[in-house]
């Protein structure tokens, strides 16, 4: 987006030169040349911002640039306990929210910090809040195959936030549980909700999650 705002800038002022030297009868020549020049660098910044990446394609495309290096050892991230997360700007878009560190105490049935269930989808657990007070509903889900956390906010008009507040008042489970029928509860409740919400969210925070020190207090 920077670029193409670079190019609509610097073609704009070809152009108003170009607009300029057409006054004058000797230097008709140039005028033309700058005209040109200031309507190739539109084209160009018009095919620039329509082809920039989608958020979708964000991780994709970091992935291909940071390969990840084989791992000597199994990575403990990938295990139950308490997790530190750190903010990887890189891959994130941050609007509003805090950037802190993130702690998390992760267990292999989605069970987090002792008291949300979160739902299995596709190797990822997540869980949609979607409070009565706000405009705003938060999809927070851990990896834990890749150790990485992400909080996903979405901005929603009043119509959105009733839909998505009617779905969640169909499932009444909160707390962890060993039910596996319960928490298949949950990830339907999530995949239902993230039905009604748009493709993109306004915000996404991607965390990269190691072990945590000894003594680390949940901080999700």
């Not at 403990?76 to 941050?94: H, I, T, W």
């Not at 069970?111 to 190797?123: E, F, I, L, R, S």
């Not at 997540?126 to 405009?135: D, I, K, L």
């Not at 039910?179 to 298949?184: E, G, L, V």
Request: net charge positive; aromatic share 6%; with cysteine.
């Amino acid at each position: 987006m920077a670029i193409a705002a670079a190019l609509l800038v610097t073609g704009t002022l070809a152009a108003v030169g170009g607009m300029i030297l057409l006054g004058k009868p000797k230097r008709r020549r140039e005028s033309w040349a700058a005209l040109g020049f200031g309507g190739v660098l539109a084209l160009a910044a018009i095919i620039v911002f329509f082809g920039r990446p989608k958020m979708s394609e964000v991780d994709d495309r970091y992935a291909k640039a940071h390969p990840p290096k084989p791992a000597a050892v199994v990575d403990s991230a990938s295990e139950d306990g308490p997790k530190l997360c750190v903010l990887n700007a890189a891959r994130s878009r941050v609007t509003v929210s805090k950037t802190d560190d993130v702690t998390l105490d992760w267990k292999s049935d989605g069970c987090v910090n002792g008291k949300t269930q979160y739902g299995a989808n596709a190797g990822s657990w997540s869980r949609t809040f979607v409070p009565n007070g706000e405009a705003t509903v938060t999809i927070q889900s851990y990896d834990p195959a890749k150790s990485r956390y992400v909080v996903e906010r979405f901005l929603l008009p009043a119509d959105t936030m009733d839909a998505a507040r009617e779905i969640r008042a169909k499932y009444k489970n909160n707390a962890c549980t060993s039910d596996s029928a319960q928490r298949q509860s949950v990830a339907e409740m999530e995949s239902a909700i993230r039905q009604s919400l748009p493709a993109n969210p306004n915000e996404r925070l991607v965390f990269d999650c190691q072990k945590a020190p000894p003594n680390t207090a949940p901080k999700e």
